[in-house]
Nanobody, 121 residues
Framework: VQLQASGGGLVHSGGSLRLSCVVS????????IGWFRQSQGKEREGLLC???????YVGDSVKGRFTIARDNAKNTFYLQMNNLKPEDTAVYYC?????WGDGSDCWGDSWGQGTQVTVSS
């Protein structure tokens, strides 16, 4: 399975971006999915994950601003980012994930290559 993330770029504070992740070599239907990010000098951070039955993990730093969605027909999932802040600047990664059933945590299994998001103040 391969994942290809795209959609990163430079945006002003308060702006929006939508990242896409296309999955090839396998079907998305049966996989929990997630988005993570890594800022310079920091550990990779889980943002949003969703299981096939709707359980969700939501990172504190993105609550109310970021959402995750999937389109199984296109084998693609998305990260909609609104009200972006300079501290959201990072490399963003999509992944097929494992999750606890209650959505309390998720961790990556197969990773995309990352896409840079830079938010200017």
């Amino acid at each position: 399975v391969q994942l290809q993330a795209s959609g990163g770029g430079l945006v002003h504070s308060g702006g929006s971006l939508r990242l896409s992740c296309v999955v090839s070599g396998g079907t998305l239907d049966y996989h929990p999915i997630g988005w993570f990010r890594q800022s310079q000098g920091k550990e990779r951070e889980g943002l949003l994950c969703v299981s096939t039955d709707g359980a969700r993990y939501v990172g504190d730093s993105v609550k109310g601003r970021f959402t995750i969605a999937r389109d199984n027909a296109k084998n693609t999932f998305y990260l909609q980012m609104n009200n972006l802040k300079p501290e959201d600047t990072a490399v963003y990664y999509c992944a097929l994930v494992h999750m606890w059933g209650d959505g309390s945590d998720c961790w990556g299994d197969s990773w995309g290559q990352g896409t840079q998001v830079t938010v200017s103040s």
